[in-house]
């Protein structure tokens, strides 16, 4: 069984939100009033579970909604086999009536990717990579090759002192080399609109790592250049097709003191 | 004499194209290395034309049939033609980009020119349309004769007309129709939704008959009058959607039947039904005429039993098969909204997706199909 398996139940249930509101908060995590959850948010994550259950009944089920310990990505690197599942990212974009939010999920065995699926309802595009079968998407769709390309950054509610320094800095590489700065509310649609060349280059700070990993593979199977600098709970990642601010991004990283790896497919992931 | 390059060895580009070349030398270029050592080792290959109810045959000897463009002189071709099928435009080698001459897509799909044009960095590439079909094999005899041969029907290729097209180059091609834009247009909608929409539907309903040959299938009543009833809807829906003269359409119409039905042809129903995500997306010669009858006020019942044999197409040797298998896992509101770019509010989804099931029942009980 694969986790592909799951886009059609998963599709079926977005589809619900075409007819009924699914979108009132039920509850925001923690002290962020940004992490709220929805009924949909908690359906999606309770069909996934089910579903993961009963098909890698070996495997580690991480989602969004279940995270409580705060080593997740040490939890990807050494467990043996590990779903990293966000059932809704964007989840404030719903509930502000805005079509930018889709499901990430992806298997990881041995700190290595085996599978990904990705679902972006309002783009009506199933996205699926599979370590043998290379990346499948329901519909083709070019990729931009724009001049104009401008940059997705994410980032975390509280980014440490390094961070929020490494943020000025690219920032201003952004600013000055590319189009400008884009940030929406979810990083599923912006790594998506990278995949497309909307965006030349994706950059997540201390990001959790349900937000982005399961994206990871897709697009370096899509031939992104591809860094990342991890701890025991969290991943910071540089995503480009512009070869001139994917280095001096990653020498950004690397001038406020943090250890970045380079990323292909055959290579595990590690934390710091 | 001038020449010609032929960019895909298929049955446009090998089986048709050759046949309008009567005073052109030409090359051919395919990525299939077996096919084009296979060509030149034998010194040429066969066509076989279905003409007025006879087999005419052609022996064609390309002056050069390679896999490798650096076994050809880009630059000194007066004319070329792209025949890669519209998925494979998109990866066109650059190295075409040496071309100096007008390039014409006769690919079946008025967009392929700007792909074409992007992939080989050319503003000389303009719209061609064969007006024919083709096929992929010849007959059981024929290929036994020589395994490349092909057959195709006796068709018209029209061309767009442009001024970098010369009045000494026309006269090496008098059996080409060089028409204007407006005229390209009439034709175009003419041969999109009146031959190759019943043509793909006739495939289908074949495929789910289980014959293996377009001609096999018209031999089932249910299978013709199906066809017959979209060719019926399409020409009124183009009536009251278009300019076009309604002789013209009516005339065309009626030539249909019989092209579908020539047993000369051996056309494989695997090669005309390829594909159904292209054919069935968005715009495409099925939804996108559904949609022209839903605007004209036209009930299209025999498209829609087309669409729905289309969407129970499973060969496994199709490209677009895993895809096909989704339409049960997804549901077919939800594979229309992911694989084919129609969202569920629309007037085609709702119409095909409430009438999914009976129309599969309308299908099964015609063909008995199980």
Same mark, same amino acid.
Do not use: G, H, R
């Given at each position: 069984m694969e986790l592909v398996s799951m886009a059609g139940i998963l599709a079926k249930h977005f589809s619900l939100l075409e007819f009924e509101s699914r979108s009132d908060v039920e509850y925001t995590k923690g002290q962020s009033i940004r992490d709220v959850v929805t009924k949909t948010d908690l359906e999606i994550h309770k069909i996934v579970g089910e579903f993961c259950a009963k098909e890698f009944p070996t495997a580690l089920f991480l989602s969004e909604e279940n995270s409580v310990q705060g080593n997740s990505m040490k939890c990807i690197t050494e467990s043996p086999s590990v779903i990293v599942v966000d059932p809704l990212d964007g989840t404030n974009n719903l509930v502000y009536g805005l079509q930018e939010y889709g499901f990430m999920g992806c298997l990881i065995r041995e700190a290595k990717f085996i599978e990904s699926l990705v679902l972006i309802p309002s783009e009506n595009q199933v996205l699926t990579w599979n370590h043998t079968r290379g990346l499948r998407m329901s519909r083709d769709l070019p990729r931009l090759d724009l001049p104009s390309a401008s940059t997705y950054l994410a980032y975390a509610p509280r980014l440490s002192s390094n961070y929020i320094n490494t943020r000025l800095e690219l920032m201003n590489l952004f600013d000055s080399s590319t189009a400008g700065v884009y940030r929406y509310g979810s990083a599923c649609i912006g790594l998506f609109r990278t995949l497309l060349g909307i965006h030349s280059t994706f950059v997540g700070l201390q990001m959790r790592p349900w937000d982005v990993i399961p994206f990871i593979p897709i697009l370096a199977s899509m031939g992104a250049s591809l860094a990342y600098s991890a701890s025991i709970e969290e991943i910071s990642v540089l995503i480009s097709f512009d070869s001139h601010v994917f280095s001096r991004s990653k020498e950004i990283f690397a001038s406020n003191g943090e250890e970045v790896f380079d990323f292909n497919l055959e290579k595990s992931l590690k934390v710091t | 004499m001038a020449r010609a390059l032929v960019i895909g060895a298929g049955a446009i580009g090998r089986g048709f194209l050759p046949w309008t070349f009567d005073n052109l030398d030409f090359d051919i270029f395919d990525t299939s290395k077996e096919l084009c050592e296979g060509i030149e080792q034998q010194g040429g290959y066969h066509s076989f034309m279905s003409k007025n109810g006879e087999l005419l045959e052609r022996k064609f000897l390309p002056g050069r049939c390679t896999s490798n463009l650096s076994d050809l002189r880009l630059q000194e071709y007066d004319l070329a033609f792209v025949a890669v099928g519209p998925r494979n435009c998109y990866n066109?080698?650059?190295? $075409? *980009?040496? $071309?100096k001459c007008p390039v014409f897509s006769?690919?079946?799909?008025?967009k392929s020119v700007e792909i074409i044009s992007k992939a080989v960095e050319s503003n000389n590439v303009y719209f061609g349309i064969p007006d024919v079909i083709a096929s992929s094999t010849a007959s059981p005899e024929n290929l036994q004769r020589d395994k490349f041969a092909l057959h195709t029907e006796n068709g018209l290729l029209y061309l767009e007309e442009h001024p970098s097209i010369s009045k000494k180059l026309r006269k090496y091609l008098p059996s080409i129709s060089w028409v204007s834009k407006d005229e390209m247009k009439r034709e175009w909608d003419a041969k999109l939704f009146l031959h190759n929409t019943p043509h793909c539907v006739a495939a289908y309903l074949g495929y789910l008959s289980k014959v293996n040959f377009l001609h096999e299938g018209f031999e089932n009543v249910f299978i013709k009058h199906v066809v017959e009833g979209v060719i019926e809807e399409l020409v009124l829906a183009l009536k009251r959607n278009t300019n076009h003269n309604h002789i013209f359409l009516e005339g065309y119409a009626e030539k249909e039947l019989g092209r579908f039905s020539d *047993?000369? $042809?051996?056309?494989p129903i695997s090669r005309v039904a390829r594909e159904p995500l292209r054919k069935l997306s968005s715009g495409g010669r099925l939804t996108g005429a559904l949609t022209m009858c839903l605007l004209a006020g036209v009930n299209p019942i025999n498209l829609n039993t087309g669409i729905t044999s289309a969407l129970n197409y499973l060969d496994p040797k199709d490209r677009d098969y895993e895809s096909m298998l989704q339409v049960d896992k997804f549901g077919i509101a939800n594979f229309l909204k992911y694989y084919?770019?129609? *969202?569920?509010?629309?007037i085609e989804s709702k119409y095909i997706v409430s009438s999914f099931e009976d129309t599969k029942s309308f299908i099964r009980k015609g063909l008995q199909w199980n």
């Open positions: - | 066109l080698p650059l190295a $075409l *980009s040496q $071309l006769v690919e079946n799909d008025p *047993s000369f $042809l051996y056309d084919l770019n129609i *969202s569920p509010k629309t």
